[in-house]
Every structure is written in structure tokens, then in C-alpha cells.
């Protein structure tokens, strides 16, 4: 199976927001609201900002927005800080309990 | 709650490692632990995940067979080990909690769901395969 796809990079000034995609296939986003997303500060562990598609774990800020449309997951950062600047993965249950990341976003704050 | 990894290791190709994961919490048994891997190339990318009860596992079909995912709930330690490294196995390697959420079915028979999310991560073992 292949990795979910995310556009390499993404980029917005404080305050704006920004949209990163993740698409998958009919086999893992599009079959499963089992859809993840994850934050990574570099040289960090990732954190956890996204699960079930639209949920956020205690302590995320609700700037933190997740939907899905078919085979097609986004996450969305909105009123955009500093302290986004990261790099962003999407994560989904797969067929055959697998589980798949993308390939990664790095999120620039200008 | 924590999930403190090993330290950096370096070996050479052919060698063999084991490295580990020590649930500091009191929820070992509770959670199913998986383990990425994380490359500049190939982003994340998930492993297998294995469940500290009865030692439970499933493999990416990528890795299967290539590592082993194994644990020992006496310590509430999880490890990931190679028999034969490769040079393409330089990586830094996360273990990550996966809970299980449990739920009826559509049959009314209470069960539960794992590894579609992971919502604890250790903070990586860097592992460096060079000759």
C-alpha cells in the first residue's frame, strides 16, 4: 500500500489560515473516519492534533480543524502563529488492519 | 505517562539490534503499542503494532519479516529488533501508544478497535547502520 499524499509544503502569515490535503484511496480515508493528523516540531516526537477525522485531544487549540470529503482528508490551521511552523502528517486505518502516514507537510509561517 | 525509548546506536551491516520502549504509566496492558519508523526520503512510516496482554501483533506489509516486534509486560517494555541490519535501516524509530476503544458491533458483542490512532509518542530512537 502506498503512503497517503500530502503536498510537500504550505505556507501563510500570522493570522491567515491555511489548508493542508491529504489524499488517499478508497481502501484507507475514503473507507475509515479513522483519520489522523500530527504535528512535528523538529527534532521532536509528533503530537497528536486530529483523530477521527474531526476530533481534537485535550489541550489542542481549536484553531486545529479536520473534515474529510471522500477519499480526500484536510486538516485546517486557522489565525495562523509562529509556533505552527512544523511539519504536518495525516495518518489512516487501512484495509486489513494497516495503517498508512503521508508523506508529510512542512508548514512555513511568514 | 511517558514512553522513554533507548538511546542512539550505531552498528554495522549484518549486526543485529534490539531497542526498546518503557511505559512509565500504570496503562501497559491497557494500550497497544506500535512503532514508526521515520526517514528524510519516506516521511513516517508504520511498522506494526503489538498488544502488551498476550503479545498480540500485526506488521506492516512492508516490515514483515524484516523485524520483530515483541514485549514483556513484567517491565512494561516493548522492543523492536533486527536480526541482519541493513544500511537502508538508518532511521530514527518512535513507539507510539494506540488505545483501544471499546464498542458493541452491529451483533451486540462488546469488542474493541485498535491502531487507528496514536495518541502518545516516545522521542525516538536514532539508529545509524554504516560499515
Known amino acids: 500500500q502506498s503512503a497517503l499524499t500530502q503536498p510537500p509544503s504550505a505556507s501563510g502569515s500570522p493570522g491567515q489560515s491555511v489548508t493542508i490535503s491529504c489524499s488517499g484511496t478508497?481502501?484507507?480515508?475514503?473507507?475509515?473516519?479513522?483519520v489522523s493528523w500530527y504535528q512535528q516540531h523538529p527534532d521532536k516526537a509528533p503530537k497528536l492534533i486530529i483523530y477521527e477525522v474531526t476530533k481534537r485531544p485535550s489541550g489542542v487549540p481549536d484553531r486545529f480543524s479536520g473534515s474529510k470529503t471522500g477519499n480526500t482528508a484536510s486538516l485546517t490551521v486557522s489565525g495562523l502563529q509562529a509556533d505552527d511552523e512544523a511539519d504536518y502528517f495525516c495518518?489512516?486505518?487501512?484495509?486489513?488492519?494497516?495503517?498508512?502516514f503521508g508523506g508529510g507537510t512542512r508548514l512555513t509561517v511568514l | 505517562v511517558q514512553l522513554v525509548q533507548s538511546g542512539a546506536e550505531e552498528r554495522k551491516p549484518g549486526e543485529s539490534l534490539k531497542i526498546s520502549c518503557k511505559d512509565s504509566g500504570s496503562s501497559f496492558t491497557s494500550n497497544w503499542i506500535g512503532w514508526v519508523r521515520q526517514t528524510p526520503g519516506r516521511g513516517l512510516e508504520w511498522m506494526g503494532i503489538i498488544y502488551p496482554g498476550d503479545s498480540d501483533s500485526r506488521y506492516s506489509p512492508s516490515f514483515q519479516g524484516q523485524v520483530t516486534i515483541s514485549v514483556d509486560k513484567s517491565i512494561s517494555t516493548a522492543y523492536l529488533q533486527w536480526s541482519s541490519l541493513k544500511a537502508s535501516d538508518s532511521a530514527i524509530y518512535f513507539c507510539?501508544?494506540?488505545?483501544?476503544?471499546?464498542?458493541?458491533?452491529?451483533?451486540?458483542?462488546?469488542?474493541?478497535?485498535?491502531?487507528?490512532?496514536?495518541?502518545?509518542w516516545g522521542q525516538g530512537t536514532k539508529v545509524t547502520v554504516s560499515s
Open positions: 478508497s481502501s484507507d480515508v475514503g473507507a475509515y473516519d479513522y
Open positions: 495518518g489512516s486505518y487501512a484495509d486489513n488492519n494497516n495503517f498508512l
Open positions: 507510539a501508544r494506540s488505545p483501544m476503544l471499546f464498542y458493541y458491533d452491529s451483533d451486540n458483542r462488546f469488542t474493541y478497535r485498535t491502531g487507528d490512532v496514536f495518541d502518545l
